[in-house]
Structure formats: C-alpha cells, structure tokens
C-alpha cells in the first residue's frame, strides 16, 4: 500500500425530512449569509427550494439565490456566482441539487477567495488552499460530489472538461436524503448508478499490488449497485434501495475506499470530452465508455479483470482461460448497464464516427495536455483512436 | 435504513515513516503544550517515543509524559492525567500506542474540561459535550479508537468496564503506519484481529431490514481479514497485511460501515466482564465469547447468519437445512480463530465456572444495569448465565 493521507471532515446528516434541518446546520458551521445555489424546474416544482429557504428563515439567516446550472456545469455560471458572492459578501454556499450544482458551487467557493481566474484551478495552473465553506442538500446519488475535494467545470470558451481539487472544497455538511431522489426518472437514476459503478472501477483498475482492503471494498460497492440498481429501476419509490444506492455513491468517492493505490480515471477522462461535445448526461457517456476502454486495457492485467468477473459478477473461473473470465466480467457489466436503460453504442449518444478525430484532439492535445492520458494504461492520442472507435460498434 | 449522522473529522496519515510528523500535526491541529500519554516498555525500547519527542521538539512543541497505561485501562491513571492536564495547562494530548492509550488519553481529555467526577460519562450519568483535543500514533490494530467517538475504561473501584461515546473524542490527527505493529507478539496480533472482527459482528449482527451496502462493507472487511489474519501471523514483518489490516481495523470502527442500522455489542459487553475480572486480552476474551453468544441467538435470525456464512466463510448454502449453514458459518469462525492461537474455552482465559454468578451480576446488574442486556437479542442474566456456561466446554 502507498503511503497517503485521508481526511474526509463532512458532517452527513442522512434520512426522511433532514432537509429541513438546513438552517441549522448552516448556522453550526458558521454562516450567516448564505448563497443558495441550485439548477432549475424540480427542486422548485416539488418544492424544495421553498422548504430551504423556510429552514434558514427559521434559523435568522439572510440568503441570496443563483438559480440555473445545467448538466455538465459551465464556466458562464461560475463567474456569475464568483461575482455575487464578491458583490453580496456571501459567506457560505448552500448546493441543492446533484453534482453538477455542487460541483458548480465549488468552483464559486474557490474563485470568491482567489484573486485571479477560477479556471487556473482546473487547467493545473493554480492550487485551491482557500474556499467559502459550503453545505450540500444532495438530490441525485451520482457524483459523490457530496463527500468529495473535487468539482468538475466546463469552459464554455472551447469546451474543455477539466478537473480540480483540494481538501477544502469538501463540504462541511451533506444532507442525504433518499426520498429526494425518488422522483428523479428512470434515465436519470441509471446515469447516477453508472456513475457511482465508474467511480468504483476508476479505483479497482491500480498497478498498486496486495490492496486487499480496498479491493474488497470496492467490490462491496460493487455488488450494493448490482444488487440496487435493478430494484430501483423496478420501482423508484423503492426508499430502501435508494438509501443503499445513496450512501454508496458517497463511499465511492470520499476515497476512503481508493486510498494507498493508484487508481485510473482514464474512462472519465474520454468521457468528458463526450458529455463536453455532445451534452449527454456523464453517466451515459460512461456506460458506452468503460466496457470498451477495459476490453482495450484488461490485458494489461488480465487477473484483475478475472478477479472483479468472479467477485462481482459472479462469473465461473475459467482456470485454463483467465482471459475468458475476465471477458465474461465485461460482457455481464455492459449487459447490466442496458438492462437499467443505459446507452452501450456511440450513436445512442448523438456521437458521430466523424468527430474522432477532434474528441481525441481535445483529449489527447487540449489546454496543456502533452498527448497521452497517464492511468491503469498509458494511453496515447492513437489508443484513443481505437477505444472511441470501438464504442461505435 | 434508520436516519443517522455521520462525522469522521480525523485526518489519517498513513504509511512509512508518518511519525516522524508527529509535531507538524500537532502544530496543524492547534496544540503548543502536548501531555504524550503511553503504556510501558515497547515505545520505549524500541525508540518510538524518542523519535516522537524529537518530532515535538523541532516543531517547537512542549511537552510533558505520563506513561503506564495497562491493558484495560484503568480509572487511576485517568485521574492522575486529568490532574496533570490541569495543573500544567495542558492544550493537547498525544496517544502513543493501541487502543488502551487511546481510550485512557480520551477520558483524560474529556475529564479536563469537566466539573464532575470523569466517571459520570462512562456511568452513563452526563454527556461528553467539551474535551481536549487529541491525536494519536497506532501501535495495535485492532481498537479503532484511532478514529472512533469510543472510549472504555475499568473502574478499579468495583472493577467495571464500561464505555462512552461522543463526537468530541474523534482524534484530530491519528498517524497509523503499519511498520509500527511489526514488533507487536503474534498472541497480540491475532488478539487485533480477533476485536476487529468483533467490531464488525457486532454491526453485522442487526434487526433492521434491506440494508445492503453496510452488510458488504461489514463482509468486505471480514473477507479482509480472513485473507491477511493468517498471512500476517505466518510473517510478522509483512507490511502488506499489516498495512491492510490496519486500515481495516480504522474503517471496522468509525461506523463508516455500521450506519442507519442497529447494532448489537452483547458480544462486547459479556467479554467485557471477563477481561476486567481476570485481565485477559479483550481480543482473546472475544474470541472466547463471540462463537458462544451467536450459536446462542442464531435462530433469531437464521438467515443473515447463513448469509454470513456463505458470503464470509464460503459455505455452500444449504438450501434445505438453513440452520445447518448458519451454524458451519460459526464452526467456520470459531476454527480460524483458534487457527492464528486464539483461545476458545473459558479456562484458556483463566476464567473459573464458579464464577459465573459473579460475572453475571456484574454484567446484567453492575453500575446501575437493569438485569438484561439489549442489542439483536435481549438477554436475560439468565440467559447470560447460560452463555458463559457455553465457553466452559
């Protein structure tokens, strides 16, 4: 195991009704005006929004509202926020929505104390060491945003999907309750589920050896999905089923199950140049890239995969064929993946064979990037060639 | 999944070495006068506590020491600590050690900044509500007082093992490098095991329904430590499974895994008697108890015990004869326990039959109990008498 440091100081208030505990959960952790960040229609048509701002009425605390983050959160936004924080001396960011909202209020918490451009965070060009503090009131199991240093941002300005952290955008307090996510529709909810699987198989795809814990781990996480997925997909005022899906998107990606090994995160990475181009939701894009990113690297480590077949799966090892078994773990996956509505071919995402070339531009070439991805796999600008070729089908 | 908080503020330096940071953390976390509190002659002899104070020194700590902390600590030394902590105006407190350190270093700290007599948290008459910051340096995997809100004590007085709880306790820091439990006997060892795996019944053994990801976290961990118990007690200087283990035992405990369900802790409880009459390892009294208590409450629950047994021990499931399952799930345990040298009859422990009443008076009617214990079964003295009877063999 590599030598780390973990630190994950949220407060998790999870449950029917903890939503309304909003106020008073601002006001612990320190904040007297708060921004209350969110994205559009359902939080306020089932009224939500009304139900928080009633929790901070009733805590004696001042708000102000930014309303309108999408899908795949724009940069636009953030500088909006950025400067109605600076202008309304907002000291605490209240997220209410899925990741794309609190991921969006990350990077306003980060750019409010930052003297120059947010988006050196996320070109790699500057470090995050100050954040306003915020609080999340989670309506979507997906991101792990909830319990996790990181935000993900789109720049309008070239469509780059990039990445930043820091031990400081962790939120101070997450509210988890799994009633809000049960009218989310059904694509939606598989999307959350794809992406909480990607965040679980980033992590299991290491060159870290004897990582028993972590592994096991993972594949509790692992086998909670393949177990949850389909019952919440049968029936979404399933509470229990969302309960379970809830806390393990949050335990996917706090790390406390990732730390001491290197971990992948190619997949996400070709991903994002998809759900940058074509604004398909992150976790569909997931669903048609892993199966072929891990049938373009399981060589690479082909007990791994073989490992992950029988433990999650539940594949019979082929002891004369360890390449057969890690395969069939695969296959299974991407058959579980459509059997909750997930998207598996390029097309089904509005992808075109033709814009290759540029996805892998982007990818390989975009802000500063020197032409490979680094991960489980070295990949290089023309490995991506093949593995976004392979999604066509 | 019953509603719930969570709160797991510590930050976790992990690996090679991290104690040699010891001061910086110190300083991190706002301490300037450090009480290090210690056992005896091992973090001594080996040069730990000297590397330790070396660290304090060069971040320009002061400190003072109180060692002597014994296996099932004691009252005693916590008042001598509160008394120390008060009258040098100590700001912080260092653990160097496993979890009787800890737990004695958490009741100095809560006592300091309380009124009464210290013993009223652990009593059950008042609530820990302020203490002392602490941090800790792990010697023994097994506690995970490193990052949970527990403390347990042994009133001499009576000789009563009792245990408090409150989210002030969380160590701010815990520096946890396996290289550090290398030295540790194999009897202590498998001892860490053995309360690692007891933490995880305890959680695992619950009534409320559909909760999957904790079950397979709870599995997750066991697996764990089915996998590297044995490989650890063949080679004590395997850093891997002494790495795995010790991340294992932190993430048994914080109640990361044992969430929004009930929990049992009667194991824990009826041990509790035998360490504190006879001074036994808690780890080997549990390994004495545990068998016992759950072949005495399985058919409350016959099925997540053959649950346990199939995915834990790989038992074939015995599709016409549940109970026969459930029970070579415990048979399973019970052989590797004794299999890394744990105990598994009462007189291994220096327990005597004849004093089985005094145990159960103890246990179901010491410092203010009503006569029964209650956790996945509600258990009568009689009952109890019952069990203690069962270890006899």
């Known amino acids: 195991m590599n030598n780390f440091t973990f630190y994950s100081p949220t407060f998790f208030a999870f449950g029917k009704d903890t939503e309304n505990e909003a106020g008073s959960y601002v006001k612990q952790f320190g904040g007297s005006k708060v921004l209350i960040h969110y994205g559009g229609g359902s939080v306020v048509r089932s009224g939500l929004l009304d139900r928080v ?5 009733n805590a004696g605390i001042e708000y102000r509202e930014l309303g309108g983050v999408k899908p795949n959160p724009r940069s636009g936004l953030v500088y909006e926020g950025i400067d109605l924080c600076k202008k309304e001396k907002i000291d605490f960011i209240l997220a209410v929505g899925g990741g794309s909202v609190i991921d969006s209020s990350k990077a306003i ?3 409010t104390l930052y003297d120059g451009d947010f988006w050196d965070f996320y070109s790699g060009k500057s470090r995050i060491e100050k954040a306003l503090p915020i609080g999340t009131i989670l309506t979507i199991a997906a991101a792990g945003s909830e319990g996790s240093p990181d935000s993900v941002i789109t720049k309008e300005e070239g469509m780059f999907k990039r990445g930043a952290s820091g031990n400081v955008l962790r939120p101070k307090f997450s509210i988890l309750n799994p009633a809000l996510t049960q009218t989310l529709p059904a694509y939606q909810t598989a999307a959350g589920i794809t992406d909480i699987m990607a965040h679980l198989h980033e992590r299991y795809l290491t060159n870290t050896k004897e990582v028993e814990v972590t592994d096991r781990l993972i594949e509790a996480l692992l086998l909670t ?4 997925g389909p019952r919440v997909i049968a029936d979404p005022n ?5 309960a379970n899906i809830m806390w393990a998107g949050m335990m996917a990606h706090n790390n406390a199950v990732g730390v001491g090994r290197s971990q992948d995160w190619n997949s996400h990475n070709i991903e994002h140049e998809l759900s940058a181009l074509y604004d398909c939701a992150h976790g569909a894009g997931l669903a048609v890239t892993m199966p072929s990113v891990f049938r373009y690297v399981y060589k690479h480590d082909v007990m791994r995969f073989a490992k992950l077949a029988t433990r999650v799966w539940g594949v019979q090892m082929d002891f004369d064929d360890l390449e057969r078994t890690a395969l069939e773990g695969i296959d299974m996956f991407e058959r579980f993946l459509k059997s909750i ?4 071919t390029f097309g089904e995402l509005g992808a075109k064979e033709e814009d290759i070339p540029k996805l892998v531009d982007m990818l ?3 802000d500063g990037r020197d032409g490979n991805l680094y991960g489980f796999v070295k990949l290089s600008a023309e490995d ?4 976004y070729k392979m999604m066509v089908k």
Chains 1, 2 share one sequence.
């Open 53 to 57: 701002k009633r929790s901070l009425e």
């Open 109 to 111: 918490a980060a750019g």
């Open 225 to 228: 999905m393949v177990h949850e």
């Open 238 to 242: 399933n509470y229990e089923a969302r």
């Open 341 to 344: 509505g997930m998207p598996t």
């Open 364 to 366: 390989c070439y975009g």
């Open 384 to 387: 991506c060639t093949r593995i």
